[in-house]
């Protein structure tokens, strides 16, 4: 008689452990469900005004945004812990090798064009510089304001970057010193507000940031940038001169005037076509690509009309 108890017991254990193991991982749709996903900090102003958005109009929908280095983005995306990532470069054939062969099949999407923006002291007047000189400095080969400025009377360089790991730090070595080490001089702050408020209190500062953090909210034509700090003009000449530099004006960064310009990059592990999708549509959207034109950036899957405004004197 006590043989029926135990095996009625087992049964049930076999039929709730059967049922557990049909559960579903994730249940989110295309626009209800919530799930984390993983931002370059570069752009924290941005993201969180298209998540802000998007969640005003599908109420039943909660996105955790984990604002990060792209590093940490990128290899949260590939251990699978989020399914939503921004960065400033697509994965590598090794990276999307990885994630086939665990049937996650990643997709990129192009979001907009940025620029990475470099930042002074208010009071200091040597605003035009040349990709060269930029080389120069970040390497070590240029430690002093008069190697490039030789007028000024700044003394030594000091040259802040967000984090170790940010996309500003790997366009630095990629883009503008070519593969070139860094020299060890330079310093890391957290996060881009801090590389603001650094440079607002330091004379002889450089700043390398998202341009996106330096829109003045009330200036709707983005011809202006915070008060609180200088944008340098930079040139693909050396030396430079005011005729061939540029700001990372959106109509710059539009023409590829501006040099130090790069892609941003919506990437998704969502076989599903669950929220990562549907946010990811939203934001290249028109109503998602008007954030990103409001913000100083330039849409990537919208057109863009360029206006001249000329001085009237």
Not at 16 to 38: H, L, M, N, Q
């Amino acid at each position: 008689m006590r043989i029926i108890p135990v095996l009625i017991c087992c049964i049930s254990l076999v039929f709730f452990s059967c049922k557990e193991k049909g559960k579903p991982r994730f249940t989110d749709t295309y626009t209800t469900g919530v799930i984390s996903i993983a931002v370059d900090e570069n752009f924290r102003p941005i993201i969180q005004e298209e998540l802000d958005v998007f969640e005003s109009i599908y109420t039943k929908s909660g996105i955790v945004p984990v604002f990060t280095d792209e590093v940490d983005a990128i290899n949260r995306l590939l251990k699978d812990s989020v399914r939503f990532a921004i960065a400033t470069r697509t994965l590598s054939d090794n990276e999307k090798k990885s994630m086939n062969s665990r049937k996650l099949f990643p997709r990129e999407i192009k979001l907009a064009v940025d620029g990475i923006a470099l930042i002074l002291h208010p009071s200091n007047k040597d605003t035009i510089i040349s990709v060269e000189s930029l080389r120069k400095i970040f390497s070590g080969e240029a430690k002093n304001w008069k190697d490039i400025f030789p007028k000024s009377s700044l003394g030594k360089f000091t040259v802040v970057f967000d984090n170790p790991n940010s996309s500003s730090i790997r366009y630095a070595i990629d883009s503008i010193c070519k593969g070139t080490t860094l020299s060890k001089e330079l310093n890391a702050q957290k996060t881009n507000l801090e590389v603001i408020n650094f440079v607002s209190h330091t004379p002889n500062a450089i700043g390398i940031i998202g341009v996106n953090w330096l829109g003045n909210k009330k200036d709707t034509t983005n011809l202006t940038f915070k008060n609180n700090v200088r944008v340098m003009s930079v040139s693909n000449n050396d030396p430079a001169t005011p005729y061939n530099s540029y700001k990372p004006y959106q109509a710059y960064l539009f023409y590829g005037n501006y040099p130090l310009a790069r892609s941003v990059y919506i990437i998704l592990n969502d076989p599903r076509s669950a929220l990562p999708s549907g946010l990811a549509t939203f934001m290249t959207s028109d109503r998602g690509q008007r954030i990103i034109l409001k913000s100083g950036l330039v849409p990537a899957t919208q057109p863009v009309r360029v206006v001249n405004v000329k001085d009237q004197r």
